[in-house]
Antibody, heavy 117, light 111 residues
Framework: RLKESGPGLVKASETLSLICTVSGGSIDSDAYYWGWVRQPPGKGLEWIGTVFHDGSTYYNPSLNSRVTVSLDTSRTEFSLKLRSVTAADTAVYYC???????????WGQGSLVTVSS | QSVLTQPPSVSGAPGQRVTISCTGSSSNIGAPYDVHWYQHLPGTAPKLLIYDNNNRPSGVPDRFSGSRSGTSASLAISGLQAEDEADYYCQSYDSGLSGSVFGGGTKVTVL
């Protein structure tokens, strides 16, 4: 139901951009929030940010100054932009739905993004 | 450092019972916000295993159970099977961060 797409390689200091396409359900749901989670190599899961259909956004404070999550209801997709990336941003990025901003389900398959110097 | 603390690894023989702890604070688990658990196999998307502390989604075997008490939660796997070898993560909401938080993950090894 969710699938990530975007470049697999981004240069350091540039902007990482990913899109998550939602199928089989409404992105306008009053109950579902839409978010991004990442997993750097050898590390655990980290919540990045979440958006609601009314445009409200919520970000991890550690990434707040560099991240934007937005929704395009006409295209049933939402996006992630992470600015000024460094090697530390190399990770598998997952998009996910979150019922009432609670647990994450369903998840996309994940998209590996490598930041090159 | 993760906001929620999990042991890096646990192990057990087939058929045994193992538990994974998840320790938080008064701004998350102790608030109390619900705790959720995920099973993560390499190269796949995390799978929701337990939601709202002790509920299993359809299709999850009843060998998996969850509980919450005070500022901690735990996941128990009974009748351990080889297919249970994976990484497990707890997740909750944190009022101080105004967002979701994950534990550092626990690798379960079946001996």
């Amino acid at each position: 139901r969710l699938k990530e797409s975007g470049p697999g390689l981004v240069k350091a200091s540039e902007t990482l951009s990913l899109i998550c396409t939602v199928s089989g359900g409404s992105i306008d749901s009053d109950a579902y929030y839409w978010g991004w989670v990442r997993q750097p190599p050898g590390k655990g899961l980290e919540w990045i940010g979440t958006v609601f259909h009314d445009g409200s956004t919520y970000y991890n404070p550690s990434l707040n100054s560099r991240v934007t999550v937005s929704l395009d209801t006409s295209r049933t997709e939402f996006s992630l932009k992470l600015r000024s990336v460094t090697a530390a941003d190399t990770a598998v990025y997952y998009c996910a739905g979150s019922l009432n901003f609670n647990y994450f389900n369903p998840w996309g398959q994940g998209s590996l993004v490598t930041v090159s110097s | 450092q993760s906001v929620l603390t999990q042991p890096p690894s646990v192990s057990g023989a087939p058929g045994q019972r193992v538990t994974i702890s998840c320790t938080g604070s008064s701004s998350n688990i102790g608030a109390p916000y619900d705790v959720h658990w995920y099973q993560h196999l390499p190269g796949t998307a995390p799978k929701l295993l337990i939601y709202d502390n002790n509920n299993r989604p359809s299709g999850v075997p009843d060998r998996f159970s969850g509980s919450r008490s005070g500022t901690s939660a735990s996941l128990a796997i009974s009748g351990l099977q080889a297919e249970d070898e994976a990484d497990y993560y707890c997740q909750s909401y944190d009022s101080g961060l105004s967002g979701s938080v994950f534990g550092g993950g626990t690798k379960v090894t079946v001996l």
